[in-house]
T-cell receptor
Framework: AQSVAQPEDQVNVAEGNPLTVKCTYS??????LFWYVQYPNRGLQFLLK??????LVKGSYGFEAEFNKSQTSFHLKKPSALVSDSALYFC???????????????FGAGTRLAVHP | EAGVAQSPRYKIIEKRQSVAFWCNPI?????LYWYQQILGQGPKLLIQ????????DSQLPKDRFSAERLKGVDSTLKIQPAKLEDSAVYLC???????????????FGPGTRLTVL
């Protein structure tokens, strides 16, 4: 079955420093991977996705993610963190059609990012 | 472009009562999803529609949950009767289509926070 894991419940970083939010995946077939961000009392906002091609994917708000097939990882990164980046981040993998799903997303448990001034 | 609309934003009910949530997807999006997000967890798919047909309801507790998407646009999710463990945020998402390559991005609404007392 398709799955993703986010090993850190929370990541703390100082404003201006680089940030990394980790995600590892387990899939049958080619992985289709996504990152979403959730601010308090709001829905999920799409950041970026990896389908195929370059291993470094650029997304919204200066975020990027690095796909590493050998390590089965898809870590989210940003060169310089902002206080306004503080939020809940979710990694997700698409389920199907190889695994029998119909494009539903399977989410990790989320990582809370706290950026301190 | 207007995003996914959901109402109500908040709902408090007592156990054994019924409740309904409404979703209006992005115009032109054929696929609509309902996810349940329990506090501290990632969203989990409840049901997925392609136009007005159900393509995946494998994780929908059908003894108490029901959903419909008449005319292939708006959708309603109902819980009857509600249990304490149904307390969660119910997220609606839509995507342009369910393609074989799964490249379509899902866009989420703000969610409905349900509290069952």
């Amino acid at each position: 079955a398709q799955s993703v894991a986010q090993p850190e419940d929370q990541v703390n970083v100082a404003e201006g420093n680089p940030l990394t939010v980790k995600c590892t995946y387990s899939v049958s077939g080619n992985p289709y991977l996504f990152w979403y961000v959730q601010y308090p009392n709001r829905g999920l906002q799409f950041l970026l996705k990896y389908i195929t091609g370059d291993n470094l994917v650029k997304g919204s708000y200066g975020f990027e993610a690095e796909f590493n097939k050998s390590q089965t990882s898809f870590h989210l990164k940003k060169p310089s963190a902002l206080v306004s980046d503080s939020a809940l981040y979710f990694c997700a993998v698409r389920d199907g059609p190889v695994s029998g799903g119909y494009n539903k997303l399977i989410f990790g448990a989320g990582t809370r990012l706290a950026v301190h001034p | 472009e207007a995003g996914v609309a959901q109402s109500p934003r908040y709902k408090i009910i007592e156990k054994r009562q019924s409740v309904a949530f409404w979703c209006n997807p992005i115009s032109g999006h054929a696929t609509l999803y309902w996810y349940q997000q329990i506090l501290g967890q990632g969203p989990k798919l409840l049901i997925q529609f392609q136009n007005n047909g159900v393509v995946d309801d494998s994780q929908l507790p059908k003894d108490r949950f029901s959903a419909e998407r008449l005319k292939g646009v708006d959708s309603t999710l109902k819980i009857q009767p509600a249990k304490l463990e149904d307390s969660a945020v119910y997220l609606c998402a839509s995507s342009l289509r369910t393609s074989g390559k799964g490249t379509d991005t899902q866009y989420f609404g703000p969610g409905t926070r349900l509290t069952v007392l």
